[in-house]
């Protein structure tokens, strides 16, 4: 009966370790700077060129280590850049070009303040006048 209650206990010790690494692990991919929000945003259709693609994330991130583009539906890119404010630390900009009617992929690759590098990118259309 001794023998069962230590397995048990044993077991129990190797339960609550595994609970606590999957615990550390989620928590480190949490922190990670996944977009929360875009304008223009994904799959939106805008009259016109905007002036401004603005990125919002989840984390901070590195301006000065990430990079925007705008491609067009070839993908060419028309226009890259990353501007990043301290006082608004999750969001970086860059000056759009002038785009004509069409579809546009936005794409996106930064730092984040944790040192994750998180990838993506969208689409938007510019409708027609």
Do not use: C, W
Not at 83 to 92: H, N
Request: hydrophobic share 35%; glycine share 12%.
């Amino acid at each position: 009966m001794k023998g069962l209650q230590f397995a048990s206990r044993r077991g129990v010790g190797v339960l609550a370790g595994g609970f606590l690494a999957a615990a550390l692990m989620a928590g480190s991919a949490l922190a990670h700077s996944f977009l929360v929000e875009a304008t223009p945003s994904s799959k939106d259709h805008v009259a016109t060129s905007p002036k401004t693609i603005k990125l919002r994330f989840g984390g901070g991130v590195e301006p000065k280590y990430s990079k925007l583009t705008v491609e067009n539906a070839d993908g060419k890119v028309l226009g890259e850049g990353s501007i990043g404010t301290p006082e608004k630390p999750r969001e970086l900009s860059m000056d759009s070009p002038e785009l004509t009617p069409g579809k546009y992929v936005v794409r996106y690759r930064v730092l984040s303040v944790d040192g994750h590098v998180v990838e993506g990118n969208y689409e938007f259309t510019v409708d027609p006048k």
